[in-house]
């Protein structure tokens, strides 16, 4: 099939590989020109594993496109996609400037049915404005569809290539054949394509996104009862998660959800309840915990430094908004960043994958190490903000050697705490007891 895919960020840019990947062609446009040299020139412009493979073989192959040129992308193409942003507006709502203004430009440049398939995270009733807007311009035939993304950066290809399940919100027949031939090589282990109504696939994306913050927003007012209550969050973790109705996943307590979803998909559907003359208790909840939660690691820092931060060194493990990506959007760490340098403290960081980005953004707030142990140099306590596996099993010995002090603030609870104790750190962690 011939495919465009109309913005190329996070998830344009895996959903138009991936697509190609199955012997489809597809052009992905953006508005970013310097985005589409780089790829056009063979340049990987974020960082996901698996992904620049893929991209190299399609690209060469002649399957993936990429113009900055809407009308030369959509010209041939059966199918757009929109994998366009949808940032918070100042009062929480999904800005659809983005989605809103391309479909205004594609119904100037329709001649003849395509269907216009909606991957950006956008509130019930999106679809229907899509329509609205491109119809304003061109009256022949044409379907809009909502189908959601529910890829995770980091394990993003995989999720594309073999879904849990596809979601497609459509009551077009016409639209649903095309979109069945379209998935039938990445569902062919039987997991489900899932089709409804356009509005319920738009809400459906939402309650995804703000059942799992729901979730980490438990576990962090559990953590913090563990640190009053002196239990082990960790042990509640495994007596819960082995409950099969509660499951394993997604239960580790930490320094806050953040990343580019999370945040604003709680807030946009809190907004859109709002609208729907709905008061959304729990999900006030979950927010209100967060905005606690990121603050919690810093607090304790501040505690155990009791005469405050001026003149302290910090070293910070991490600063992607999770391990295996270089997004950080939204990252804890950042926040961990402005608070310590507001208190008159210094940071020097490491992060495999983010620094560029990071740098991209506060420029020289703090200093940026080679290496994971060159950022322990000076510093008098390490700071654990992202759960890179390269961080698990560091060598402890070198950290004792290097840090001026033996103190780690754990936000990740990547160590057993006896081991740290027995190792002669003063470790703190979240939702653990402190040894000492
Ligand atoms: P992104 O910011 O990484 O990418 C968006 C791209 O769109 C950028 O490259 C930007 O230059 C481009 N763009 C903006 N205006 C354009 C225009 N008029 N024409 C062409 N290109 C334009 O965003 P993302 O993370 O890929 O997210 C896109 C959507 O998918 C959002 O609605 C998001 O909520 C949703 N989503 C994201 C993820 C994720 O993990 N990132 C997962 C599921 C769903």
């Known amino acids: 099939m011939k495919i465009a895919v109309v913005g190329t960020g996070y998830v344009g840019l895996?959903?138009?590989?991936?697509?190609?990947?199955?012997?489809?062609?597809?052009?992905?446009?953006?508005?970013?020109?310097?985005?589409?040299?780089?790829?056009q020139s063979g340049q990987i412009t974020i960082y996901e594993p698996g992904l620049e493979k893929l991209f190299d073989r399609n690209l060469k192959e002649e399957r993936l496109l990429f113009t900055t040129s809407l009308a030369d992308g959509i010209k041939d193409a059966e199918i757009i996609f929109l994998a366009l942003p949808t940032p918070p507006g100042a009062d929480g709502s999904a800005d659809l400037r983005y989605v809103l203004g391309v479909a205004d430009d594609i119904g100037k440049l329709l001649q003849d049915y395509k269907v216009i398939i909606d991957k950006s995270t956008v509130p019930v009733g999106t679809a229907e404005k899509v329509h609205a807007?491109?119809?304003?311009?061109?009256?022949?035939?044409?379907?809009?569809?909502?189908?959601?993304?529910?890829?995770?950066?980091?394990?993003?290809?995989?999720?594309?290539?073999?879904?849990?399940?596809?979601?497609?919100g459509t009551t077009s027949e016409r639209a649903q054949k095309l979109l069945t031939e379209l998935y039938a090589p990445y569902v062919r282990q039987g997991n489900p394509l899932i089709f409804m109504d356009e509005r319920s696939a738009e809400l459906t994306k939402y309650a995804a996104n703000s059942f799992l913050a729901t979730k980490i927003s438990f576990m962090n007012e559990i953590a913090q009862l563990c640190e009053r209550l002196g239990a082990d969050v960790d042990m509640v973790r495994r007596g819960i998660g082995s409950d099969d109705r509660i499951g394993k996943r997604f239960l580790f307590p930490g320094i806050g959800y953040g990343g580019s979803c999370f945040p604003k998909d709680v807030q946009a559907l809190v907004h859109s309840s709002g609208e729907a003359d709905y008061d959304f208790k729990i999900l006030n909840a979950v927010m209100e915990v967060n905005e606690t939660q990121k603050r919690h690691l810093v607090s304790k820092i501040k505690a155990y430094y009791e005469g405050g931060l001026t003149g302290k060194h910090f070293a910070l493990w991490g600063l992607a908004f999770k391990p295996n990506t270089d997004d950080i959007r939204e990252a804890p760490a950042?926040?961990?960043?402005?608070?310590?340098?507001?208190?008159?403290?210094?940071?020097?960081a490491f992060d495999p994958e983010a620094m560029n980005n990071v740098r991209g953004v506060i420029g020289d707030k703090i200093q940026y190490a080679e290496t994971t142990y060159d950022a322990l140099e000076g510093a008098d306590a390490l700071i654990i903000a992202t759960e890179w596996n390269e961080f698990r099993t560091p060598d402890f010995d070198k950290i004792l050697a290097t840090l001026k002090e033996p103190v780690v603030f754990d936000g990740r609870n990547l160590f057993e705490v006896q081991h740290m104790y027995e190792k002669g750190f003063h470790y703190e962690s979240i939702g653990r007891p402190l040894i000492q």
Do not use: H, W
């Open 14 to 39: 895996v959903t138009g590989t991936c697509l190609a990947e199955t012997g489809n062609t597809v052009t992905c446009v953006d508005i970013d020109q310097r985005k589409v040299q780089k790829l």
């Open 133 to 168: 807007a491109i119809a304003a311009n061109y009256k022949g035939e044409f379907d809009v569809v909502s189908n959601p993304e529910f890829l995770r950066e980091g394990v993003a290809v995989d999720d594309f290539m073999k879904p849990d399940r596809v979601v497609i």
């Open 334 to 348: 950042l926040e961990i960043i402005d608070a310590l340098v507001e208190a008159g403290a210094t940071v020097t």
